[in-house]
């Protein structure tokens, strides 16, 4: 009876322990989840993470005296936003890469072909506050952006437009049901633009006059599975950039080519993108 007693004792023990740490176990657990993750993104009790990964095409129209240039093709996008726990206060960027063709056509382009293969980048980090709630936020944001256009004819021979901007921007979203719609609107000073020609690109034409931006962007984003969302948008750009300051060419091969006055006219630039992703 003593031994009975004694086997009952332990199992009892055991099983008791088996119960505690499997407890144990399940309260770590849940309150690992409770502070990873919300809604949709990462988060700890201080901060949020928020990522986004996106794809699709772009449509180009810059135009000047003599000079125009149309554009296609596709894209990619990477987003990534830091929020604190309420949702009062953000850091995020929005990448995008494009590839395509562009057509040119105009004598300020004499130097080269009508169809050219076209790379840009877009860099914009932001920075802002939600003067509304959690639930349907409004950002006022501040705003730095950096932009490249990259445009090849043979073998290398082309230019390029890079542009550095300040400037202040809007964004928020307003819950519709199991989907939200987005936006955002901004504008830019551009204090900063030059082009880079020839085949090695040394060639730098500096843009004395200061440029501007405008940018505006509409969506909707639904959730699919836990904590994951769809979410498709499009989005619009308008820059006008100054004209170019004179820049003496050699054009052909190394140095045995003629001598050229260059010279960019000021454009207006024009850039539509539609993009389908999904992110947390």
Not at 192 to 221: P, V
């Amino acid at each position: 009876m003593q031994t009975t007693k004694s086997i009952s004792k332990d199992s009892s023990v055991q099983g008791f322990g088996r119960k505690s740490f499997l407890s144990r176990l399940l309260a770590i657990c849940t309150l690992t989840c409770a502070i990873s993750s919300n809604a949709f993104g990462i988060c700890n009790e201080y901060l949020c993470l928020n990522i986004r990964a996106s794809a699709g095409g772009w449509y180009g129209l810059d135009s000047g005296t003599n000079a125009k240039i149309t554009s296609y093709g596709w894209l990619v996008g990477a987003y990534a936003r830091i929020t604190d726990d309420k949702e009062r206060l953000q850091v995020l960027t929005d990448v995008k890469i494009g590839l395509g063709d562009s057509n040119l056509s105009g004598s300020a382009f004499r130097l080269y072909g009508s169809k050219m293969e076209d790379l840009f980048y877009i860099l914009p980090i932001k920075a802002g506050f939600n003067v509304a709630n959690q639930r349907m936020p409004f950002f006022i944001n501040l705003l730095y952006e950096a932009e490249k256009y990259r445009r090849d004819y043979e073998q290398g021979n082309g230019f390029k437009l890079q542009t550095r901007g300040i400037g202040a921007e809007i964004d928020g979203k307003f819950p519709l049901g199991k989907v939200s719609l987005e936006y955002a609107f901004g504008a830019k000073w551009i204090f900063d633009s030059y082009y880079n020609i020839s085949q090695t690109y040394a060639n730098r034409a500096e843009i004395k006059d200061s440029g501007y931006g405008l940018n505006g962007s509409i969506g909707i984003s639904m959730p699919i599975i836990d904590r994951a969302l769809f979410f498709i948008k499009v989005s619009g750009r308008y820059s006008y950039i100054g004209q170019s300051e004179l820049l003496l060419h050699t054009s052909g091969a190394g140095q045995t080519g003629a001598i050229v006055n260059v010279q960019y006219p000021a454009s207006n630039n024009i850039l539509a993108m539609l993009e389908i992703g999904f992110g947390f």
